[in-house]
C-alpha cells in the first residue's frame, strides 16, 4: 500500500531554513536575559505537596533498586575474579 507524501517547499535562509545563521556572536543586555528568565519561570507548573512526596519516594524507591543491584554486581565479579585468580 502506498503513501502519498507532499514535498515540502524549500526554505529560505531568512525564513530561519537550511543556511540560516544560527546566533552568532549576538548577545542579549542582562537585563533583557533577566526578564526573559523570568518569564519563563512564570510559566512553570510547580508540583503540588502531595504529587512533590510522590515524586520524592518514586526516586529514592529507584536509587535504592539501582544501588543493590550495582551492590549485587560488584559483590558477584569480586566472588568471581577471587576464584579465577585466587
Not at 49 to 63: I, M, Q
Amino acid at each position: 500500500m502506498a503513501t502519498d507524501t507532499q514535498e515540502s517547499a524549500p526554505v529560505s535562509p531568512e525564513a530561519g531554513g537550511r543556511g540560516a545563521r544560527r546566533g552568532g556572536n549576538r548577545r542579549s543586555k542582562p537585563v533583557q536575559f533577566y526578564r526573559e528568565v523570568l518569564s519563563e519561570l512564570r510559566k512553570v507548573i510547580y508540583p503540588g505537596r502531595r504529587e512533590l512526596g510522590v515524586y520524592v519516594l518514586v526516586v529514592l524507591v529507584f536509587v535504592s533498586v539501582l544501588t543493590a543491584f550495582v551492590s549485587g554486581l560488584d559483590y558477584g565479579l569480586t566472588k568471581a575474579v577471587l576464584a579465577i585468580f585466587g
